[in-house]
């Protein structure tokens, strides 16, 4: 797989700084259409347990605002399967959830937990949405991945952000080799977490790769720049390292 790598981006942290406060300042919504306006491929939007960023009745209002696809995060629970079946995003990616957790902090377990994701993919599936999960790259877990019929992975690239010198290497090997082995086996892989202008490239250079998936430091970079020059610096520096 090579060509174009798509840009997703996640707007959760626009929510944050909204809920700070209360209101509806600042709208994640507009945040979508800048997205949008300015070559985004895609909005993430992570609706967590305890709602601490992006609310229910953000989904809609960006599903009616824009015609970018709507990668709808989730745990893998009865209730975000009842809200993803009525919301009907693009796609849905099953993340794991600790309520304690300040961010997703790691791969989600598709080898032990098959029995609890199994009938949550199938449903999603059934109802014509694309299934994701957000995986480490490491064979058992994509093997899981593609037992449970999932078209799509997303691996954490959180290990690989933070390292430093051989163990980058490591890392983007082991990124890479896993990418590879998914395209092989009919699987899409993407990437995110921890992404940055400064580590990006290597990542985004992995030709199979389809979609990086970016959201807290683009959302950061935004408090300086503004977003719609934050998203097209990252956009550039993708298409320079494909």
């Keep these: 797989m090579t060509g174009r790598l798509r840009l997703g981006v996640n707007i959760d942290h626009v929510a944050t700084i909204r809920n700070a406060r209360g209101g509806d300042h600042p709208d994640p919504v507009r945040a979508a259409e800048i997205v ?47 809200i993803a079946l009525r919301h009907k995003p693009y796609a849905a990616c099953i993340v794991p959830e600790n309520r304690e957790e300040r ?3 790691g791969g989600l377990d598709a080898a ?28 058992r877990q994509l093997e899981a991945a593609m037992r449970l019929g999932a078209q799509v992975v997303e691996f954490h690239t959180g290990e690989y952000a933070h390292a430093i010198g051989e163990k980058r290497a490591a890392e ?8 590879a082995l998914a395209v092989k086996n009919g699987v899409e892989p993407h990437a995110g977490h921890g992404l940055t202008y400064d580590n990006v490239q290597p990542i985004a250079a992995i030709p199979q790769l389809a979609e990086l998936n970016i959201g807290h430091y683009l959302i950061g970079e ?11 610096r990252m956009r550039d520096l993708m298409d320079e390292a494909r």
């Design 172 to 179: 983007l090997k082991r990124i890479s080799d896993m990418a």
């Design 112 to 139: 032990g937990l098959h029995n609890r994701l199994a009938p949550l993919v199938s449903r999603l599936v059934d109802a014509g949405i694309r299934v994701s999960l957000f995986i480490e790259a490491d064979p």
């Design 222 to 232: 935004a408090v300086f720049t503004g977003l719609e020059t934050a998203v097209r």
């Design 36 to 82: 949008a306006a300015v070559g985004g491929d895609g909005i993430t939007a992570h609706l967590r347990e305890d709602r601490r960023h992006i609310r229910d009745d953000d989904l809609r209002r960006i599903q009616d605002a824009t015609n970018l696809p709507l990668n709808l995060e989730m745990a893998a629970t009865d209730e975000m399967l009842a």
């Design 103 to 105: 961010t997703t902090e």
